[in-house]
């Protein structure tokens, strides 16, 4: 019989592997402690038959919220077991959302995690008729509660043990019953507008399109390790932790605790691995924050090879030289290998990042060491959309399409997709539902374009764009995160609009970096505007624009700038506080300067008041030259 | 629960002077063995000098100090410690060049039972005891959330991680009474919610009474069940946090005469 679900397959890697290989490993009290392939099957197996005799019913919800551990799978694999659906929560998530989540899915069991958890669902509690149970695995600070709506996991792994001795083989015909058009997991989408929708993905999506994506990858049949770090409520982790867990298989590591991960990371070294844009960078942060620190001959080797190795990475196509790849090759064993081997990367074949854009600069230091980040797309709806190939990544771009996804874009720009394996429809939202197909075609809201060999460069949500003359769409944040990628780049503001022919910026300078660049070259200048006018630096930022115009489609690049005499400033309502450009704002704050982008070019004279800390305003008088680029 | 439960330190008639300098003045005060008892008042009350006398730091010219029935006024203080009183520093004393694990490992050398030549040897008994203990630390470790230092040295770590191990290190000796000598001092509001959140989880998961000299009144009103007033050196009121926010004396104390 073929294997249509996860639980289906979980007993197959039971009846298989058994007790001679492992499924996961969880750090706890300063031991990794293992789960075989039996230990994982029968706590599914009685947690399943727990919950099964505490009322769960075929088609019912079983909510979780907690982080990465072994629990977590648990319980999703026992809600599915018995033909329900798993609900992930997010952690972070206040009482309220909590309560959303529950109610809208209709879910009649919580599995939460710890007191943290428990104490907001004990707060909703009374706001939600159908929920039966809430089962908790971490008992600590739990002690004295004694709500009856409370059950611990080990205690529901009893009941189910006896309730299984009164009831031989029905675990097994209930696995059996189970189709691929299940309904196996719902994932809630952030949802920008309004309330989030609940996306169902089936059996079949879980079992083979992860299966695709395995293959496609390199980490099917491997027995490769894997550290589960990103939450199981995000169907990234449904797919290559849960599902890949089973199918692939691969055996899934639980950090200790989120704290603990680069610890634990060097502990494991896993093969693949998923880190957000934001990790990424961390990283990155840390290695140069401790080779500061260094000694002298350290700093003075990292220094030496870290240039080699970016030499060596950026010529793509080519193959590198002698010379190159002997200096290479040095650069790597001095360097290299022990950095990767100091963040746990040593033994790393696929690593993955998306959500979020992580800046070239980034992508290309690890590059240097040699790892390759995989920058994807993909949506809770479509799963993985497109994926950058081994050989052929760009930093840049999202990869080319998938083999199981067609992709077009719209006239106007949006991304269109066409999957083999798409998800089942937002939960109790047909309108919603229908109002993403169009012909057949799922509109993902998302602006994007290819490039010449179809590599898909996604920029940004569709109703974020703005016009310029002719009707054309562009993204300013897209353009203003890349050129915010820029060293010399402090800030952007990039403007349009529809009585305008072409895009132009306004550029904030990066005091300290120009400043450092000013100086090596002997450049002196007086004040912040002084250096912002100096023709060197115009130089400089026009250069770094005109590399970020080479990613962008043609009328959407930027064709003029100025550079501004003075930085955006949260005391004067630019910013907010959290540093995001105030657009509409600084737009009209700076029109005159903006119409002489579009005038006849040359030099515009500002006089513009600052306000000072103590609320007392001062003008000031400058030049700004209107550079081409 | 107040008033039930047996005493389990018993201070009677307490008085330390240093030179003419009169610190403590006959001091009377019952710990009961289901409590967290708060020792509160302004600064040279004599809040740390009651505790150094307790833990036989310093020993009084007059009074009596029992525990568990037995006298313990002139013990020393590793003789107190393995009876089962631990205490906290207001200043922190860890080995801070070790790391936070070897400091709690270090803390169960009163447990142990092997002699250092097996201990050096690394062999049979020695190793067993070693990892048992080693899982009692990891116990406290992941009671108090310390996974993410374990291995840091002390001196590397803030101010209100030390003060978590310094806390660690004292219930590592599996003691029978706690005393935490301001363990909220210096931190910021979270840190001092996590603080208060432990001192809970210890009471009740370990069951032994806690007493603690703190300054941060809120704390003091929202953990504890009895406060007992310290002002120059003699005991001023004792009673339940209301009675004690309420009383006269106490409001004078802290706010002077008028």
């Known amino acids: 019989m073929a294997l249509e679900t996860l639980p289906q397959a979980l007993r197959e890697n039971f009846h298989i592997l058994g007790s001679k290989s492992i499924a996961m490993r969880v750090k706890d009290r300063g031991i990794w402690r293992e789960y075989t392939w039996e230990d994982y099957f029968l706590k599914v197996k009685w947690l399943c038959l727990g919950l099964k005799s505490l009322g769960l019913e075929k088609g019912d919800k079983v909510s979780i919220l907690g982080e990465n551990k072994p629990e977590w799978f648990w319980a999703e694999l026992a809600a ?32 939460a995690h710890d007191q943290e958890q428990v104490d907001k669902l004990l707060e909703i509690k009374g706001q939600l008729p159908r929920l039966k149970k809430v089962i908790y695995w971490d008992a600590k600070g739990l002690w004295s509660y004694n709500d009856p709506i409370m059950l611990q996991l080990d205690e529901v792994l009893e009941i189910g043990k006896a309730y299984e001795k009164a009831n031989q083989g029905f675990f097994d015909k209930m696995i059996d019953s189970g189709k691929g058009h299940d309904v196996a997991v719902i994932c809630y989408t952030s949802g920008t507008t309004g309330l989030p929708k609940g996306a169902m993905l089936t059996q079949n999506w879980l079992m083979l399109s992860v299966s695709e994506w395995a293959r ?13 770090f990103i939450p199981p409520a995000w169907i990234t982790e449904q797919g290559i932790g849960i599902a890949g867990n089973i199918i692939a298989p691969m055996v899934v590591n639980f950090p ?25 960078e ?66 790393v074949k696929v690593v993955y990042s998306a959500g979020a854009a992580v800046s070239p600069d980034i992508i290309r230091y690890f590059k240097a060491m040699g790892i390759d980040i995989r920058l994807f797309y993909g949506s809770t709806e479509q799963g993985v959309m497109t994926m950058p190939r081994r050989g052929d990544m760009r930093p840049e771009t999202s990869g080319p399409p998938v083999p199981w996804v067609e992709i077009k874009l719209s006239d106007e ?13 937002y939960y109790k939202n047909k309108e919603a539902t229908e109002a993403k197909m169009v012909d057949g075609w799922y509109c993902t809201g998302d602006f994007g374009h ?98 970020v115009n080479k990613i962008l489609p043609d009328w959407t690049r930027i064709r003029r700038f100025v550079n501004l005499h003075k930085e955006f400033d949260a005391d004067e309502d630019e910013l907010t506080r959290t540093r995001k450009l105030r657009r509409t704002f600084v737009e009209d704050k700076y029109g005159g300067l903006i119409e002489a982008l579009y005038g006849d070019g040359g030099a515009y004279r500002v006089e513009a008041t600052v306000t000072y800390r103590d609320g007392r305003k001062g003008t000031m008088e400058t030049a700004i030259a209107v550079n081409e680029i | 629960m107040v008033g039930i439960d047996p005493p389990i330190i018993e201070i009677r008639k307490l008085s330390l002077r240093f030179g003419g300098l009169q610190v403590l003045h006959e001091i009377g005060l019952d710990v009961r063995a289901r409590e967290i008892l708060a020792v509160i008042g302004p600064n040279g009350a004599g809040k740390t000098s009651l505790f150094n006398c307790i833990n ?39 080995f801070s060049g070790l790391t936070a694990l070897e400091n709690l490992m270090a803390a169960r050398h009163i447990l142990m039972r092997r002699g250092a030549l097996m201990g050096s040897l690394f062999f049979g008994p020695a190793r067993n005891e070693e990892i048992s203990h080693r899982e009692e630390v990891e116990e406290v470790i992941d009671l108090l959330e310390m996974e993410s230092i374990r291995k840091k040295v002390v001196a590397s770590l803030p101010y209100g991680q030390r003060k978590r191990v310094d806390l660690a290190r004292a219930l590592c000796m599996e003691p029978s009474a706690l005393l935490l000598d301001e363990p909220m001092a210096g931190m910021n509001v979270e840190e001092k919610e996590d ?60 706010l002077g005469e008028d």
Request: aromatic share 12%; charged share 30%; glycine share 8%.
């Open chain 1, 282 to 347: 961390n990283l990155n942060r840390m290695v140069q924050a401790k080779m500061m620190d260094s000694t002298f001959l350290r700093r003075l080797f990292y220094n030496m090879a870290l240039p080699v190795g970016l030499r060596y990475c950026d010529i793509s196509g080519k193959r590198p030289g002698f010379l190159k790849t002997f200096l290479y090759l040095l650069a790597y064993y001095a360097v290299f290998r022990q950095l990767k081997d100091r963040l746990g990367l040593s033994n």
């Open chain 2, 195 to 254: 603080m208060a959140r432990f001192i809970l989880d210890i009471y009740e998961l370990k069951k032994i009474p806690i007493v603690l000299v703190e300054h941060d009144m809120d704390v003091v009103m929202d953990i504890c069940s009895r406060v007992a007033v310290l002002d120059f050196g003699r005991k001023i009121a004792e009673g339940r946090p209301s009675e004690i926010r309420s009383d006269k004396r106490v409001i004078r104390a802290y």
């Open chain 1, 80 to 111: 599915q077991s018995a033909g329900g659906a798993a609900v992930g929560i997010f952690t972070d998530c206040l009482p309220s959302e909590v309560k959303y989540y529950v109610e809208h899915s209709d879910s009649t069991f919580v599995v």
């Open chain 1, 256 to 280: 200790e605790e989120p704290e603990t991960v680069h610890e634990n990371i060097r502990e494991i070294g896993p093969a693949v691995l998923f880190f957000g844009a934001r990790l990424w």
């Open chain 1, 450 to 547: 290819k490039d010449e060999d179809g590599h898909l460069i996604v920029m940004d949500r569709m109703d974020d764009l703005k016009e310029i003359a002719g009707g054309k769409k562009f993204s300013p944040q897209y353009t203003e995160i890349r050129l915010r990628f820029s060293p010399y780049i402090k800030d952007a503001l990039v403007v349009g609009g529809a009585q305008r022919g072409f895009v132009s910026a306004l550029i904030n300078i990066d005091l300290e970096n120009v400043g450092r660049f000013a100086e090596a070259r002997h450049i002196a200048y007086t004040t912040f505007t002084d250096l912002s006018q100096r023709e060197e630096v115009i130089d400089l930022i026009r250069e770094e624009i005109r590399k």
């Open chain 1, 413 to 425: 720009g949006e991304i269109l997709v066409k999957s083999k394996y798409p998800y089942a429809g």
């Open chain 1, 216 to 228: 496609l990858d390199g980490w099917m049949g491997k027995d490769f390790e894997y550290l589960s």
């Open chain 2, 56 to 94: 036989g730091f310093y020993h009084p010219y007059e009074g009596e100090i029992l525990y568990k029935g037995k006298d313990i006024t002139q013990l020393k203080p590793h003789r107190i410690a393995e009876m089962g009183i631990a205490r906290t520093f207001q200043n922190i004393e860890l």
